[in-house]
């Protein structure tokens, strides 16, 4: 099953059900929309987007080494978390892997990298 992004408007949740039950939806952080997945009951989102859209203006290094500071660790998404994160845009179509960091450690990664990134 593959989900569409077409019909999913910011805010709105999607129901997956699958190998692994799940919503996608999106998140307003920092004025940017982040997709997400709720997976058992934790919000999820994809490292590859919160480093682009987010954290576009600082040096990938130093986010590495925020999180290794912070002790965050990010997790490696299944086949159909993947398609799903695809198909709300949050990964390239052209992804083969993601890693996945939960929405508290999103939280404390923005709090760490406030300092380091040009006011908006």
Not at 74 to 94: G, M, Q, Y
């Amino acid at each position: 099953m593959f989900l569409t992004c077409e019909g999913i408007a910011p805010g709105a949740t999607v129901d997956y059900k699958g190998p692994a039950n799940f919503h996608a939806g999106y998140q307003r952080i920092e004025g940017i929309n982040l997709g997400y997945l709720q997976i058992d009951g934790t919000q999820m989102f994809a490292l590859a987007q919160v480093l682009s859209d987010l954290f576009k203006d600082i040096p990938r290094a130093t986010i590495s080494k925020k999180m290794e500071t912070l002790k965050i660790k990010s997790r490696r998404c299944d086949l159909a978390e993947l398609r799903t994160l695809k198909a709300i845009n949050s990964v390239p179509t052209r992804a083969v892997k993601c890693s996945l960091i939960s929405k508290a450690d999103l939280e404390a990664l923005c709090t760490s990298c406030r300092s380091l990134s040009p006011r908006r």
